[in-house]
């Protein structure tokens, strides 16, 4: 080991007297081919390389590098995979404290023009807020002056002041930045008219809430509040009553899945913290059918969590649900006893099959189910289909062992087929598209939280297990499907 590492070393200290070549050979490439995007690509995927090598010398190119980036991000607004790599630029130079304020000092003031400006750069404040982004969460703090008090007054400006739906989201993520990186200067900033950064970013998320406002607007809403509520929630006071019932409004007019899933997640995220307070907080509001905020809240909750997608928010929403089933279980709680909610469907075999023409005189009909029961066949179906992938995946890996035999018989070549199973849901239901999903699980809060570590299936194997052992399990049994006696019946089987 310590001879490789030594060959590592060395290998460093040769690359050394080449970077200056290879940085001065591909930005003069990056001039010459700039009407390419497609050479393009290549050249500033490899000058991010080359910058990565050594900080000392990453150091001295600034110089160079940040007016290309720069340009690169001018010239190329509208193109996301150039956009793309110039912020891979932007992110190994801020990384670098040798080089971070000489880029703010040329960045940052063609950033704010572009926020500043009417319709002479269409297109590109959304843009502008991104590259705002990656400036605020790969600096290191203290955040600087040019961050502080040059560009976080105008993002708060523009976001409040607009209706365009990427400058919103993009305005949302900016400040959501700002918030989760360095929370402490965002609530002592002060403005002119003695207003804090804290109260400017609830503001703006009561507009990003605003019940009248688009509905594509609040999808990256709930991380802003979590963010929020996180970060700063001894801070808030009374705005978090505000903001828990603004992201209720908006709850109760939102269809499209990507709104509903991110503003319930919001709650998620409370329970995991805050149990008994967010329960108090829904028991106490009315709903929208007189019942109460709680009903709402946990009707919508159960009968959309089978689509929920990416990884960490299904993991928080389900194990905030085996949460909130223990605490029901354990405290004999009449506020989640009293709500019931729709469990299987009922088919009605004589009835002859459903086609189109029959679905509006004989609409889909449920079984009414006790919420707690409805929590435990969540949490079953889930553990199903974490079963099933690992099947999947067993499978997938024995048909490439096959597949490998079989071409070193023929001596011809076999590529091997995806071994991850994706579920269709994921790609095909309503709203999917506001939301970048595979890029859901690198959001770096989502690292931060211990949640993001947890192995789904063995949490709710282990808490399954125990919950089945306890008595009052009894009353559950008779609400339980068979294909979700079948799951309990494994689990109960699976050794530890």
Known sequence: AAGAGGGNLSLASLLVPLLPALVDGLVNMAANFSQSSE??????????????????????????????????????????????????????????????????????????????????????????????????????????????????????QVTMSTDDNSILQSGGECLRAYISVSPDQISSFVDPAGKSGLEHIVNVAGHLLNPSGLESSAVFVGRLVTCLIRKTGDRLGDNLDLLLKAVLSKLQRSETLTVVQSLILVYAHLIHSQLEAVLNFLSSVPGPTGNS?????????????????????TKVSLMA????????????????????????????????????????????????????????????????????????????????????????????????????????????????EFVDIEDEDEDPDSREDPLYSVDLKKYLISFLREFSQQPCFQHFLPHLNQNETVTLHHIQQIQI
């Open 293 to 313: 905020a709680l009903h709402f809240v946990m009707s919508e909750w159960v009968s959309k969590q089978h689509v929920f997608y990416g990884s960490y928010d």
């Open 39 to 156: 050479i393009l690509g290549l050249i500033l995927e490899n000058l991010a390389v080359v910058l990565d090598c050594d900080p000392k010398f990453t150091a001295s190119q600034e110089a160079k590098v940040s007016p290309l980036a720069i340009a690169m991000f001018l010239k190329y607004s509208s193109d996301p995979v150039i956009i793309g790599l110039s912020q891979d630029l932007f992110k190994i130079l801020s990384k670098n404290p040798e080089c971070a304020l000489p880029l703010q000092n040329r960045l940052i003031p063609t950033v704010v023009s572009i926020l500043n400006s009417q319709d002479q750069y269409p297109g590109m404040k959304s843009v502008a807020m991104d590259v705002l982004e990656t400036l605020i969460r790969s600096s290191h703090l203290p955040l600087s002056d040019h961050l502080i008090q040059v560009a976080f007054p105008v993002v708060i």
């Open 321 to 432: 649900l085996a949460k909130l089933l223990q605490y029901g279980v354990n405290n004999n709680d009449d506020r989640l006893n009293e709500i019931t909610v729709k469990g299987d469907e009922i088919f009605n075999d004589s009835a002859g099959p459903r086609t189109r023409s029959t679905r509006a005189s004989r609409p889909q009909q449920y079984s009414m189910v006790p919420l707690l029961a409805k929590l435990t066949k969540l949490l079953l179906l889930e553990v199903a289909n974490l079963m099933e992938l690992c099947e999947d995946d067993s499978d997938g890996d024995d048909d490439d062992s096959d597949g490998d035999i079989d071409s070193q018989e023929d001596g011809s070549l076999n590529s091997s087929h995806g071994k991850n199973g994706v579920d269709l849901s994921q790609l095909l239901d309503e709203g999917a």
